[in-house]
């Protein structure tokens, strides 16, 4: 059996300097330009579209008494004052 190392299922600090000091003076001197925007943009547009397309092609399955709206649900029932009291 294969041991497992020993930092499995904890949390590891970062490492300090994990962005290198040339990409850092880059993005201080020059921001965030259209090229690191557009690659965000396609991500998230992916994404949206992955989750989007996955929840139109699901198909309800079940019973219709569950899924389909029953009358007495949906229609208005009779007037407080429909039949007297007493």
């Given at each position: 059996?294969?041991?497992?190392?020993?930092?499995?299922?904890?949390?590891?600090?970062?490492?300090?300097?994990?962005?290198?000091?040339?990409?850092?003076?880059?993005?201080?001197q020059?921001?965030?330009?259209?090229?690191?925007?557009?690659?965000?943009?396609?991500?998230?547009?992916?994404?949206?579209?992955?989750?989007?397309?996955?929840?139109?092609?699901?198909?309800?399955?079940?019973?219709?008494?569950?899924?389909?709206?029953?009358?007495?649900?949906?229609?208005?029932?009779q007037?407080?004052?429909?039949?007297?009291?007493?």
């Open positions: 059996m294969k041991a497992l190392p020993p930092f499995l299922g904890r949390l590891l600090k970062a490492p300090e300097n994990y962005v290198s000091r040339e990409f850092k003076l880059q993005v201080d020059c921001g965030m330009d259209d090229e690191r925007r557009g690659l965000l943009r396609r991500s998230f547009l992916g994404a949206a579209a992955g989750l989007a397309g996955g929840a139109a092609l699901a198909q309800p399955r079940g019973e219709d008494a569950i899924l389909v709206p029953q009358p007495h649900a949906v229609a208005l029932g007037p407080v004052a429909a039949t007297g009291y007493g």
